[in-house]
């Protein structure tokens, strides 16, 4: 890629949300820029024609290669992480080491995308269950323990929220910076 990044995103996401991956996968990566916008100036640069390609495990690893080996590769190669957030990615201790990662990379590039669960609910007693934003996502690991940090503005695919196409289009202008 011309801005020197392999991927233009990582999704990640627990396998237990796998669908939502891959739909999410499948509708970034078909996505086209509207002829408007291509090659016009955004603060991430000429708007591509596409968003793409978009790292998501398997679909993308080679054979032999080390899992953690691969993942940390793609995410240093990654322009954007998107996190599919559910309460099983909140509770994945993968998709909190991705994320952790990433945050020391490029932490402004970072796109919550809630596909299930409720942001914020470990906020409520008695909610915590339905946490869907991982920790890594939340607080910032220090050596004196967990800061707090402001959450990212999610896209929310769930249909109480955005719904999956409206979604799909905030996570899309935020890669195009638009």
Request: aromatic letters at 8%.
């Amino acid at each position: 890629m011309a801005d020197g990044f392999r991927y233009k995103a990582f999704i990640s996401y627990s396998w237990k949300d796998r669908k939502a991956a891959e739909q999410l996968h499948h509708d970034l990566e078909t996505y086209r820029t509207p002829k408007a916008l291509i090659g016009k100036a955004t603060p991430k640069g000429p708007a591509p024609t596409r968003l793409h390609p978009i790292f998501k495990d398997r679909e993308e690893e080679s054979a032999g290669a080390s899992l953690r080996a691969a993942i940390e590769s793609a995410l240093n190669d990654s322009e954007f992480m998107i996190v599919v957030c559910s309460p099983n990615s909140a509770k994945s201790k993968w998709v909190t080491k991705e994320i952790a990662h990433f945050r020391r990379l490029r932490p402004a590039h970072i796109l919550p995308y809630v596909v299930a669960g409720e942001p914020h609910a470990s906020e409520v007693p008695g909610r915590e269950a339905e946490e869907c934003f991982p920790r890594s996502l939340l607080f910032e690991e220090t050596e004196g323990g967990e800061v707090p940090i402001d959450a990212p503005l999610a896209a929310d695919a769930r249909a109480s929220g955005d719904g999956r196409r409206a979604a799909k289009l905030k996570v899309a202008s935020a890669m195009l910076g638009v």
